[in-house]
């Protein structure tokens, strides 16, 4: 069983920063696979970010490619999510979510194959 806690959202302005974490218990966080989510009102839930067991193999989405950065601290069992340059239409409440399965490229973008998720944390940017 794992569980996952985000924290680290909030309210910032156009072209500010935000690093959201993700918390996991459970003693198998490093064998999974960790994404990123984001579902903004209205819309559906999509892909943001996600990174292999390792740290070594990451994918993003297009929309924020260059902008965000993917990492986990196993160690620490969390993972994290840089974000910058950040724009309006990055608002969205942010998941975290885990999977045990692989490969990357074709786990990464299907929600059907992460098993667990967090509660998620709400990211507000204003223009």
């Known amino acids: 069983q794992v569980q996952l806690v985000e924290s680290g959202g909030g309210l910032v302005q156009a072209g500010g920063s935000l690093r959201l974490a993700c918390d996991a218990s459970g003693r198998i966080f490093s064998s999974y696979i960790m994404g990123w989510f984001r579902q903004a009102p209205g819309k559906e839930r999509e892909f943001v970010a996600a990174?292999?067991?390792?740290?070594?193999?990451?994918t993003y989405a297009d929309s924020v490619k260059g902008r965000f950065t993917i990492s986990r601290d196993n160690a620490k069992n969390t993972s994290y999510l840089q974000m910058n340059s950040l724009k309006p239409e990055d608002t969205a409440v942010y998941f975290c979510a885990a999977s045990s399965l692989a490969p990357i490229r074709v786990v990464a973008r299907n929600l059907n194959a992460y098993r667990y998720w967090g509660q998620g944390t709400q990211v507000t940017v204003s223009s």
């Open positions: 990174i292999t067991w390792n740290g070594g193999v990451t």
